[in-house]
């Protein structure tokens, strides 16, 4: 049987001198006097011997390219010894049998450029003499309480000897203003990866809209998206949403288990990863092909809102006047529609438009969903930079047991989200391969019917 066609050229692998190039910026923002500890995801039991499937931590991955579970890097900017120190399972040639091979301390050297390596079992040995002369250690607390102990617990020990030793450091400090602002910029080669992903995501969004019809299940369309992704050697970046009707209105509506009837919109929130980085994507289209009278008048306000959004996506533009453009657009249309009423400005002081859009309007994407990256410094809103990618999503819902609007509106729920590249010109639209007007959304579902 011959393998089905992929639909797009992946984009080149990311080798070991990505990695390198990172450790050297981050390097750079730590300085010597900055050690940086970054835990590997830990295996999450299903039950009895099944694991859910692994997934690496974002920023340990991003920092080694170490794909297995449970590590920890050590990251020491300017040490003689090396930089990089690494721990790691040990090799184990009877649960090798079971759960596939190890790198070990020697595959961790060999092809992750690790200067140094040891088995998980000599971190807390090994930890004071890394931390000697490091005034601060940059870790996300939090994340992992029981890793934040036994740093903590060393930092401890090395006060007490600090008579006889070195120096123990004076401050944890998080992520955000070191790693995370280097993941906030993408590079071309994370671009690349971005790109693909948004792709195939939209392939895989055009394949639901042109399965849907009256009468198929929610689970059946997301097949048909998780089947695109899969052909790629993508999986969901996040649990994909497929929302009929009223279900629309969840926000996070992920069971998939309903019939989709005869005059519902079917809402998807479905994005693929590839090899770490994920798209984000949205479209509200309608089960029998033509968006009701409806329908289509707060689908058309919630376009709107998003092009508004979408054009302040600029480099020198603060992050939050895409929120204000869509809330603008948006409430007004509330307005229009009869579903508020007063003066926008006056509406929009007083939060009345969260009723029917409470949530932001875009989060910044990249190997996470919701991905790291600050959006206020120093108070302020930051501006956008070029490298960026955020997602743009506005949408209104309306509950379906809301008694404060004309029944006609009640169950109505529409969200449209794109991925959006931050240039030095234009926006750039990752996912602008799906269909989002009426009139091409509408085309696409009759096309299909033949
Ligand atoms: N898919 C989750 C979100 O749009 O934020
Ligand atoms: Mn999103
Ligand atoms: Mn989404």
New binding site residues.
Partial sequence: MNAPERLFAPPAALDRAVFAARRRALADIVGTEGAVIVPANREQPRNRDVHFPFRQDSDFWYLTGFPEPDAIAVFLPGREAGELVLFVRPRDPEREIWDGRRHGTEGAREHFGADEAHTLDAFDAQLPGLLAGRRNVHVQLGDRPELDARITACVQRMREMSRRGPAAPEALLGLDASLHELRLIKSAAEVAHMRFAARVSAAAHIAAMRAVAPGVQEWQLAAEIHAVLARHDMEPG?GS?VAAGANACVL?YVENRAEVGTDDLVLI???GEYHGYTA?I?RTFPAGGRYGAEQAAVYDIVLAAQQAAIDTVRAGTPVADMHEAATRVLTQGMVDLGWLSGDVDGLIEQGEQRRYFM?GTG?WLGMD??DVGRYRVDGDSRPFAAGMVT?V?PGLYVPPDDERVDARWRGIGI?I?DDVLVTDGEPDVLTGDVPKTREAVEALIASARG
């Fill in positions: 996040y949403i996070h929130d479905a994005g984000d949205t949530h989060h969903v919701h997602t999503e969200r989200e």
